[in-house]
T-cell receptor, first 113, second 112 residues
Framework: DQQVKQNSPSLSVQEGRISILNCDYTNSMFDYFLWYKKYPAEGPTFLISISSIKDKNEDGRFTVFLNKSAKHLSLHIVPSQPGDSAVYFCAARDQTGANNLFFGTGTRLTVIP | DSGVTQTPKHLITATGQRVTLRCSPRSGDLSVYWYQQSLDQGLQFLIQYYNGEERAKGNILERFSAQQFPDLHSELNLSSLELGDSALYFC???????????FGQGTRLTVV
């Protein structure tokens, strides 16, 4: 049972344009959401996070939006750069306190120069 | 460099065998997590340890087991290996009060 879903396996964007990566979740007990970026042959690296008490968090070119009523979050990258090409994973933490993260299946972003 | 060290980086073994994957967490991190990533799949949570004790269990097979030692390093033991166990196995660690987990580079296990 996939509690965190990324329905787009891949996304291609022109350099300089906006990249929007989407993520849906089913568990209303999730209270913290994270995005990780993964390059080939490397482990995932933390990118940005958002608490369920907020609806937006911004860090440089990266902004995460959370819509709790729709159980949806998105990552916006503006402007997109070729170095952003990677697989992006959405993750969510439940409130049980175990700090357990549930991951989506990832979206492969390709930024075309 | 995340500070999380996994060994070995690559492992090739035959079906039916047993292997041990090792993880050294970041200095100061008490929590260790194990994840499995099969081909074209997301990261599947296997198990979490906190300060030597099992904290949470995910989709971990009975053939798999893990432990966290007093020095906080962790080992994931995979036995009676099957072809379908071929995957990337990631370890991550976090400080109890933080929510970001930092990942190692993974161990690529190939069962032939």
């Amino acid at each position: 049972d996939q509690q965190v879903k990324q329905n787009s396996p891949s996304l291609s964007v022109q350099e300089g344009r906006i990249s929007i990566l989407n993520c849906d979740y089913t568990n209303s007990m999730f209270d913290y959401f994270l995005w990780y970026k993964k390059y080939p042959a490397e482990g995932p690296t933390f990118l940005i996070s958002i608490s369920s008490i907020k609806d937006k968090n911004e860090d440089g070119r990266f902004t995460v939006f959370l819509n709790k009523s729709a159980k949806h979050l998105s990552l916006h990258i503006v402007p997109s750069q070729p170095g952003d090409s990677a697989v992006y994973f959405c993750a969510a933490r439940d409130q049980t306190g175990a700090n357990n993260l549930f991951f989506g299946t990832g979206t492969r972003l390709t930024v075309i120069p | 460099d995340s500070g999380v060290t996994q060994t070995p980086k690559h492992l090739i073994t035959a079906t039916g065998q047993r292997v041990t994957l090792r993880c050294s967490p970041r200095s100061g991190d008490l929590s260790v997590y194990w994840y499995q990533q099969s081909l074209d799949q997301g990261l599947q949570f296997l198990i979490q340890y906190y300060n030597g004790e099992e904290r949470a269990k995910g989709n971990i097979l009975e053939r798999f087991s893990a432990q966290q030692f007093p020095d906080l390093h962790s080992e994931l033991n995979l036995s009676s290996l099957e072809l379908g166990d071929s995957a990337l196995y990631f370890c991550a660690s976090s400080v109890a009060s933080n929510t970001e987990a930092f990942f190692g580079q993974g161990t690529r296990l190939t069962v032939v």
